[in-house]
């Protein structure tokens, strides 16, 4: 599960949580209070008025009454109002619903106050006594504020809450965008930065952020031009060292022809040894070089179709004219038409240099069978020796430059143990994989690479 | 062009190894050169201009005028021979080299007796014609003449620049057209030497040459490639 998911589950959760926590909390404890404080409010206040209703009416009759019951009907939320005497004949007021009538009924009865809760309305009623023991009612019917149906309330309450939750949801979202992109971010240039792409950075990416992510990245790039630099000097030294190792052998190799124009027949042997040697030094140099370019730029090289069956064929028949003298085949089995993305030049060192190594390391009078394959759009390229293999636990190491396995370096097979590392660092460079194994008493290596499918 | 005394062919060397200078004039004075060295781009190209020089050695890294600027510069006024010593393993160097009008070219560090035997080479093939009439070649295939005498070549009336060495291979290759000639011999006919395996310099100047020559008016190829065998001038 990715950063941003968690991130952005768990804090919703635990905001939902809470937000259900605390509505819980505020139901069971605050909202009935609510109610029963306004009831109390309400049967105070109808206290009040019925004693002062009752007053009146002793003291100035129904005219009195009607005119204090009218100024208290004036209020808008008031929608109803009366006073009653014992056989239930209204004194005063205005008109009454029926279950206000009810209500009365139910206050005489209970000789107290009584309430009602209708969808809209709220009704109370008060019984009173005056001193000479006379019987009266007091009534009064009160608009209730808009939400105050009980089922409007839940569902009100239910809105609410989920509004809350996404709402939560979209703080989040944005809080875990927040964490995770620059991660994202930093995990992308070191993929780049561990693909070779030297020149990968990622601080420009954080625009004006000034936090610990931003301070990383910023550290990223410090990190990531340090080891360009390292790496690049490193690369230039190989390179250098190589090219200043050439002017030397140069003159090396003219000296030595001038010696040889100077030359008897007893020097002669000795003369073509050193010819011998200098040409391998060339070729170590060559490979170093080559291995060093191919290490330093990944990406840089000609993108063109290249035709593989024709390639491998003819390096085949290269190696084969090569092989022959010392009494070796190389045979090619099958070639399936098929065709890459590439540098041509790259791929040929490619197929060379493990072709070469086959037929250097097969046993003399035996074959060297290379078979390309085309499957599900990638090509096989297999190469079998019958060179007794290497050992299992070498076979990973056949790609590491200046590697040899083991007795081979008291063999003079000639080798510098570059050919496979250059092999392996081209055809990567083509995206491609290259595998060794031991198989039927020789060494087996396996090149993929992508094709392309034919435009024609 | 050149003295008729084959043995005093006159050489200039760029090369700004002193060094490997001395010795190179060493080696070829006893081969029968008469040589002449300069260690930078700059005045290398100014001898080639105004020296009687036969061919020229051009190393590609110089001071001043790299190689390529000096090969570029000469080819605007000069068809003066150039052999390229290029750096080995810089496919690049080598491509460019001959794009812009190196007769061959050489990797350092090279063998002063394959120096020698190309030097010889390519002045075998410029070397003035005789009114011998076998010199007087004329070919016309195709659109393209091709004057040995004049070692002009033109396709479609347009004048083509080719090196020697191209001038040699399109000349096989016309003289035996609609044949299929084998690599082994178009390198032994013109780069007098034997193909080696793994050696793709008959392939790069054959590239260079299909660059200049163009495709047909309907876009195919003048020259085929045979797999594993040869080239062909293919004759409609």
Known sequence: MSLFLKIFLWFWLAIALILAVVTVVNWSTQTEPLTRQWQNFMGESVGMNSQTALQIYEAEGVAGLQTYLNRLASSERVSGI????????????????????????????????????????????????????????????????????????????????????????????ALARYFSSPLGKL???????????????????????????????????????????????????????????????????????????????????????????????????????????????????????????????????????????????????????CSVMGSENLLRSAIENVLRNAVRYTADRTVVDVSLEAVNGHAILKVSDHGGGVPEEELVNLFRPFYRVGEDRTRKTGGIGLGLAIAERAVSAHKGTITATNYNGGLKIEIALDTIKKVD | MGSLDFCMNKILIIDDDEELCELVSEYLTVEGFTIESVNDGES???????????????????????????????????????????????????????????????????????????????????????????????????????????????????????????????????????????????????????????????????????KKLGTRADGSERIKTIRSVGYIYTVL
């Open chain 1, 82 to 173: 009366g006073f009653f005497d014992g056989n239930g004949k209204q004194l005063g007021g205005t008109e009454i619903s029926r279950e206000g009538f009810d209500l009365i009924a139910e206050a005489r009865q209970s000789r107290n106050v009584e309430f009602k809760r209708l969808p809209e309305l709220t009704l109370a009623a008060k019984a009173i006594t005056d001193p000479a023991n006379a019987n009266f009612v007091y009534i009064i019917q009160v608009r209730r504020p808009a939400q105050t149906s009980l089922l409007g309330e839940i569902t009100n309450r239910w809105l609410q809450i989920l509004a809350l939750i996404l709402t939560a949801g979209l703080v989040c979202y």
């Open chain 1, 187 to 337: 995990r992308e240039a070191t993929q780049n930065l561990a693909r070779g792409d030297l020149k990968a950075r990622v601080a420009d990416r954080f625009g004006r952020r000034r936090d610990e992510f931003a301070l990383l990245a910023r550290d990223f790039d410090v990190m990531a031009e340090r080891i360009e630099s390292l790496i690049t000097s490193q690369q230039r030294l190989t390179q250098d060292i190589s090219h200043e190792l050439r002017s030397p052998l140069a003159r090396m190799n003219v000296a030595l022809e001038i010696a040889r124009q100077k030359s008897n027949a007893e020097t002669q042997p000795m003369l073509n040894r050193i010819d011998t040697e200098s040409n391998r030094l060339n070729e170590m140099i060559s490979r170093i070089l080559m291995l060093a370019k191919l290490e330093s730029g990944a990406d840089d090289y000609e993108q063109r179709r290249i035709d593989l069956a024709e390639l491998v064929r003819d390096v085949a028949a290269d190696a084969d004219f090569e092989a022959k003298a010392n009494g070796k085949v190389v045979e090619v089995s099958s070639a399936d038409k």
């Open chain 2, 44 to 210: 290398g190209l100014e001898k080639a201009l105004n020296g009687d020089f036969d061919i020229v050695i051009l190393d590609v890294m110089l001071p001043k005028m790299n190689g390529f600027d000096v090969l570029r510069n000469l080819r605007e006024e000069s068809k003066l021979p150039v052999i390229m010593l290029t750096a080995r393993g810089d496919d690049m160097e080598r491509i460019v080299g001959l794009e812009i009008g190196a007769d061959d070219y050489l990797p350092k560090p090279f063998n002063p007796r394959e120096l020698a035997a190309r030097l010889r080479a390519i002045l075998r093939r410029t070397e003035p014609i005789s009114d011998d009439a076998d010199f007087g070649e004329r070919l016309d295939i195709d659109g393209i003449q091709v004057s040995a005498a004049s070692r002009i070549a033109t396709c479609d009336g347009v004048e083509l620049n080719l090196t020697s060495v191209e001038f040699e291979l399109l000349s096989e290759l016309l003289r035996e057209a609609g044949k299929i000639i084998r690599k082994e011999d178009l390198s032994e006919r013109v780069l007098e030497r034997k193909l080696s395996p793994f050696d793709r310099s008959l392939d790069m100047h054959i590239s260079n040459l299909r």
